[in-house]
């Protein structure tokens, strides 16, 4: 099976700031990776797929990067509403696996 | 609007079967492969299984974990999604998800809200 780690696990930000989070496959995916963001207590938000392109709705400050290994998700402009645990998912190939997870907080 | 509606879930002992449902509205069911994911705080996100459209002949793709225990099926008159779950184990304590994916995309694009499944004795 493909292993997704993410990095950091968590971070502290301040409104307005610019925030990145890492997301590593232990073999090449090519583009094959969504990003979802999930709030306490609720379902999984879709926000990109094939690594930099955003769903219909997502904020324009959400972007994605990367092909092959490596992968960033970016918030330009961090907003108190983005607070939530962010999760990269290779589809790739099957099993499709998720990395742990990356939990973002306001400072 | 686009809605997957789980249901099913519950408290179900080791070695016992449940089917999970989802009721899928607001978009076109058949242009879209359907998968179940599960979560749990200790192992994270799981994806369990997918099953393609009936352009894709139905196929059926699972998870180590799962194969020959679960079985994910649907029934396009009802724009419906199962997921029989049989022999379980304390370990499929989770909450389960219904997700759905364009089949011109790939990756799920919406998420119910989930069911939670607790197996204990």
């Known amino acids: 099976d493909i292993q997704m780690t993410q990095s950091p696990s968590s971070l502290s930000a301040s409104v307005g700031d610019r925030v990145t989070i890492t997301c590593r496959a232990s073999?090449?995916?090519?583009?094959?990776i969504t990003w979802f963001q999930q709030k306490p207590g609720e379902a999984p938000k879709s926000l990109i797929y094939?690594?930099?392109i955003l769903y219909s709705g997502v904020p324009s400050r959400f972007s994605g990067s990367g092909s092959g290994t490596d992968f960033t998700l970016t918030i330009s402009s961090l907003q108190p509403e983005d607070i939530a645990t962010y999760y990269c998912?290779?589809?790739?190939?099957?099993?499709?696996?998720f990395g742990p997870g990356t939990k973002v907080d306001i400072k | 609007e686009v809605q997957l509606v789980e249901s099913g879930g519950g408290l179900f002992q080791p070695g016992g079967s449940l089917r999970l449902s989802c009721a899928a509205s607001?978009?076109?069911?058949?242009?879209?492969?359907m998968d179940w994911v599960r979560q749990t705080p200790g192992k994270g996100l799981e994806w369990v299984a997918r099953?393609?459209?009936?352009?894709?002949?139905?196929?059926?793709e699972y998870a180590a974990s799962v194969k020959g225990r679960f079985t994910i099926s649907r029934e396009e008159s009802k724009s419906s999604l199962y997921l029989q779950m049989n022999s379980l184990k304390t370990e499929d304590t989770a909450v389960y998800y219904c997700?759905?994916?364009?089949?011109?995309?790939?990756?799920?694009?919406?998420w119910g809200q989930g069911t939670l499944v607790s197996v204990s004795s």
């Open positions: 094939a690594a930099s």
């Open positions: 997700t759905r994916s364009p089949v011109n995309i790939g990756p799920s694009d919406f």
């Open positions: 073999q090449g995916i090519a583009n094959y």
């Open positions: 607001g978009f076109t069911f058949s242009d879209h492969y």
């Open positions: 998912q290779q589809y790739r190939t099957y099993p499709f696996t």
């Open positions: 099953i393609r459209n009936k352009a894709n002949g139905y196929t059926t």
